[in-house]
């Protein structure tokens, strides 16, 4: 399996800071496997027809760096991410497009890479800067406190959630498609959902990344109302995010099947249809907190694992044994 | 004794016979109540009526309280497989393509054919697969079954008081 994919997703920004970004990432000490990018804009344009880019390109083959370029489905960048992360590689690392990592990023987050390791993350600088005390990075202190990443790292220190650009281990968590294609919050939510399946995640020294925020493209110029809406579920996701969720999206005898298993299951927030044989919130609720919910569909599951044993057995595997 | 049969899997999006439903209700019915056995239907509105007692649109609480006070029930691989087994009632579920390994009870009696009917695709839609009349036992092994595992029960509820007994 290879190991490290680079995801850029980008909108708005041919002119302005995707280049560097690019460069960046091909110039690191710690080469890449794969450059995906994957271009968001209303048009987007041949990279290979533009001269800037052409070099790039070219670059990245004579380094042997695979790259390729896709036309994203305009959802927001956490679809891409999405698709990043099932591209079967071992780690992605995620660079926004207005994002430029200094030469040795990538080596010093890898440094920290370990098998009980979900994510790691360096400082994220935005000029002019300006120093952050005392920041935690833990969840209860979201709100109260500035990201612990807009500051140098001084030591590796384990947190709760990660900002912006990071290595992470890939196929562990899913990105939420619920969110608005603002995507208000969308890395905070897969972050520590890594962390709620039992990886540790870390801000680590020595690799920093210069975000030089750019007004024009990216997320920036959109609505307010669909940031509330990403808040709002941001909040939700938290209040049941060390829970097991279950969504019974099937039939009425499936139910049945299940409420055999549901006592072994550890701290269940159900999603039901068929709510007076297991009481739960509606299959609704589940779309508009998770966006794709066929992750949870015993059915959808065990066409994917080619299932020869019971239906039981499959919930047990889909909800008890699951990490 | 007194059965309830289940005849029915869920209708269709497209309308067609659905590939769970057996084929041969009237014979086995036929063989039921000439063996002297009495036979509720239970099922919804729109499905056909195969026995004078039809018994329709049933809660779950209404459903289970009349498998509580029947023998046994014999149906398709539907919800009521499912209720007669979570009820702890013994019955007779009829396989034709679906897999009673993956979707039957230990517990129940899995009556399939032969695994060659089983479709391939076992979690797909059944509006993707088509009704095969071939893929089930005739009414005379149905009836077989129901001898060899009945004849001389009283009554089936529960299994663990027929063991007592």
Known sequence: MKEILCSISTRGRYDTTLSLAIQAVINQTKKIDKLIIFDDNDNPKDLREIQMYMYLLQTMDAKGIEWEVLFGQKKGQHYNHQIANTMGYEWVWRVDDDCVPEHNTLENLWKHVGPDVGAVGGSILTPPFAPVENSTGKIENLNSEPNIQWDFIKQKQEVDHLHCSFIYRAGINDYNLSLSRVAHREETLFTYGLKQKGYKLFVVPNAITWHYRNQQGGIRTETEELFHHDEYVFRKNLEIMDKTIVVLDSGLGDHLVFKKVLPDIKNPEIFSCWPEIIPGRSIQEAKDLFGDIDKYNVYIQMDKWKWQDSLENAFRKLYVEKL | ?165
Do not use: C
Request: net charge negative; aromatic share 14%; proline share 5%.
């Open chain 2, 1 to 165: 004794m007194k059965i309830v049969i289940f005849p029915f899997a869920k209708t269709m999006r497209t309308g067609k016979q659905h590939p769970k439903n057996y084929p041969w209700w009237p014979e086995l019915i036929k063989l039921l109540q000439d063996d002297g056995h009495e036979v509720i239907q239970v099922g919804l509105d729109h499905e056909t009526q195969l026995v004078p007692d039809f018994r329709k649109n049933l809660s779950i609480e209404q459903l289970s309280n009349l498998l509580k006070e029947t023998d046994t029930w014999i149906g398709v691989d539907s919800f009521g497989q499912h209720l007669g087994w979570y009820l702890g009632i013994k019955g007779i579920a009829l396989f034709g393509q679906s897999d009673p390994v993956i979707f039957g009870h230990v517990e129940n009696i899995n009556i399939l054919k032969s695994r060659k009917y089983l479709r391939e695709q076992q979690f797909w839609l059944w509006e993707q697969a088509e009704f095969n009349a071939d893929a089930f036992v005739k009414p005379d092994e149905v009836f077989e079954t129901f001898n060899k595992t009945f004849k001389n029960q009283e009554k089936t509820l529960p299994n663990v008081l027929n063991f007592i007994r």
